[in-house]
């Protein structure tokens, strides 16, 4: 399903006019399709179907109240990383009983708001947090369920800066070491184990290294059985990719296989923790042509979205397609779409066939997912508007910043 589409040449997300919604809402606007979001999260159940299972939405994707609150009744759990995502996933409504906790720098605040809270898990990634964990917990009156997140030291074959299960990154407890941390959580009285997890990579495009991440997560699983620790849940992480360009993204039905092929008949309740593949390509950022600078042998078309607005391509060198809102013939020479910001590096796209006309709209494509949740306000540049559709319905589902609140809790001291 593409909810993308045109009408008389003229771009459409579901029943719904890109030109006419930045007209109502101005630009730079990031614009997400429900039926895309359902339509992946459907995805995963499929592939699921049959085992026990909880998909976890990784809230950094796009954490929108209105995108959490859409997946919460889809029965979505969450995988969050600070008090923040908590806050926000309970305010949408999600239930603190389906929410795990990640990431490698948990403070004690953050602890003591998802132990008041009742989440699901915490995903340990180191000794030292799972004795802070035991403290807070024990000061708390209360027990922390928690998950070891192992690193398999596996090469998950994507962008070295969001690739997370080899042996030289920062996440997770080395899987050799992994069955003395069992041991010791196992004596802690603020503490009770309930799964394992890991979680590789992102924009996975090879299936090989999950599943070989799985096996050996598998193999500790056996391990902790033969000495007495049982797990409720095994929690593969997220991770699989989405088509940019002329990627291939893992096909569901492999996925499944694999699922199947090493889950049928266990007890455990598997886990996962998609992001992007949930909400990546149900989104896009849409854009308006302010100026068309005509050089020799390039032109640059400058656009009212930025860096601050979309910083993928400027961070990790990301490919996101750009295509004219309404079509209007020929790319006259290659072009660099490029933002407002100082920078050399701010750029939406290098090299493009476009055909640039002061006014015009763009749309920058594959843009849900950490787009508008990696935006700043370098620059001093309001961040974005976003507007969900439905069909023919439009909910604005995030004002667009104003000046004012760029500087709000800003202090003069004279
Ligand atoms: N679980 C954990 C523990 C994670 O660290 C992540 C992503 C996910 C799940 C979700 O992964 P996904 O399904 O979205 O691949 N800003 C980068 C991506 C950073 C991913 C960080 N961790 C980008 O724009 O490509």
Known sequence: MNPLHRMDGRLFLEEVSLEELARVYGTPLYVYSQAALTEAFDSYERALAGLPHLICYAV??????????????????????????????????????????????????????????????????SESELSRLNRVAKEMGRIALVSIR??????????????????????????????????????????????????????????????????????????????GIRLKHIDIGGGLGIRYRDETPPDMTDFRSILISRFRGRSEEVI??????????????????????????????????????LMRPSLYDAFHDIVP??????????????????????????NRAIRAREGELLAVLSAGAYGMSMSSNYNSRPRSAEVLVNKNKIHLIRERETIEGLMAGERLVY
């Open 325 to 350: 809102v309404c079509q209007s013939g020929e790319p006259d020479l290659p072009c660099d779409v490029v933002g407002p910001v100082c920078e050399t590096g701010d750029f939406i796209g290098l």
């Open 150 to 227: 192992v690193n398999p030291d596996v090469d998950p074959k994507t962008h070295p800066y969001i690739s997370t299960g080899l042996k030289q990154n920062k996440f997770g407890i080395p899987i050799g070491r992994a069955q003395p941390l069992y041991r010791q959580a196992a004596s802690m009285d603020g503490i009770e184990i309930v799964g394992v997890d890991c979680h590789i990579g992102s924009q996975l495009t090879d299936l090989a290294p999950i599943a070989d991440a799985i096996d050996r997560v598998l193999d500790l699983v056996g391990k902790l059985s033969s000495i």
């Open 60 to 125: 950094k994707a796009n954490g929108n109240l209105a995108i959490l609150q859409h997946f919460a009744r889809l029965g979505a759990g969450f995988d969050i990383v600070s008090g923040g995502e908590l806050a926000r996933v309970l305010r949408a409504g999600g239930q603190a009983a389906k929410i795990v906790f990640s990431g490698v720098g948990k403070t004690e605040a953050e602890m003591r708001a998802a132990l008041d809270a009742g989440i699901r898990c915490f995903n340990i990634e």
């Open 272 to 309: 996962v923790e998609p992001g992007r593949s949930l909400v990546g390509n149900a989104g896009l950022l849409l854009t308006r042509i302010e100026y068309v600078k005509r050089g020799d042998t390039k032109n640059f078309i400058v656009v009212d979205a930025a860096m601050n607005d």
